[in-house]
């Protein structure tokens, strides 16, 4: 008769749950590991906090975008490139070397646009790259999707959650391309 005992190390250090790779014994004494989740673990969200992602994007302070940077870098997949490719622009053009700069914004523009292609109709990765290409310098020749952004983003407008839409409000008020009437 076989029998199965799961076993795993946990421990605490300041108060945080940790745990050892998980490991199944078999009566035989052979083992299988499971290395894939610990305690530590979280789950994948689509949460983001939008709030302070946003306060960064309009922020001059490389600290703060270098914060958000890091942050995204655990972001669920299917948000991750869009918000990170524009933090990443966003931090080219706060300092540097025009190399430097240069490198970055290409760096974020591949990952932003990666995401728009896999997902087209994401009004909120349309506004992200809005903002970039109305803040990018023109030598960058980054405005040519400028007035397709905007159409979708009013016509997706009503249908967005609710702070989301109040950050499209704030940003439509100093936006030259926007043009979005609410009240």
Same mark, same amino acid.
């Given at each position: 008769?076989?029998?199965?005992?799961?076993?795993?190390?946990?421990?605490?250090?300041?108060?945080?749950?940790?745990?050892?790779?998980?490991?199944?014994?078999?009566?035989?004494?052979?083992?299988?590991?499971?290395?894939?989740?610990?305690?530590?673990?979280?789950?994948?969200?689509?949460?983001?906090?939008?709030? !302070?992602?946003? /306060?960064?994007?309009?922020?001059?302070? @490389?600290? #703060?975008? &270098? $914060?958000?940077?890091?942050?995204?870098?655990? +972001?669920?997949?299917?948000?991750?490139?869009?918000?990170?490719?524009?933090?990443?622009?966003?931090?080219?053009?706060?300092?540097?070397?025009?190399? !430097?700069?240069? /490198?970055?914004?290409?760096?974020?523009? @591949?990952? #932003?646009? &990666? $995401?728009?292609?896999?997902?087209?109709?994401? +009004?909120?990765?349309?506004?992200?790259?809005?903002?970039?290409?109305?803040?990018?310098?023109?030598?960058?020749?980054?405005?040519?999707?400028?007035?397709?952004?905007?159409?979708?983003?009013?016509?997706?407008? @009503?249908? #967005?959650?609710?702070?989301?839409?109040?950050?499209?409000?704030?940003?439509?008020?100093?936006?030259?391309?926007?043009?979005?009437?609410?009240?």
């Amino acid at each position: 008769m076989k029998y199965f005992i799961l076993t795993s190390i946990v421990t605490s250090f300041a108060g945080i749950l940790t745990a050892a790779p998980l490991s199944l014994v078999i009566g035989d004494g052979s083992s299988i590991r499971d290395t894939r989740y610990t305690i530590n673990d979280k789950p994948p969200t689509n949460d983001l906090n939008r709030a !302070a992602y946003y /306060k960064a994007m309009e922020s001059e302070s @490389k600290t #703060l975008v &270098d $914060a958000q940077i890091s942050e995204l870098n655990s +972001a669920p997949a299917n948000v991750k490139n869009a918000f990170l490719g524009a933090m990443i622009m966003r931090k080219a053009g706060i300092g540097g070397g025009p190399s !430097a700069k240069l /490198k970055l914004f290409k760096q974020g523009h @591949k990952l #932003l646009e &990666d $995401a728009i292609a896999k997902d087209p109709k994401n +009004a909120e990765f349309r506004f992200l790259r809005l903002i970039i290409q109305e803040n990018a310098p023109g030598i960058l020749g980054y405005k040519s999707d400028e007035q397709k952004d905007s159409e979708l983003i009013r016509k997706s407008y @009503k249908s #967005l959650p609710e702070d989301l839409q109040k950050t499209i409000a704030d940003y439509n008020k100093k936006s030259k391309v926007l043009k979005l009437q609410v009240s």
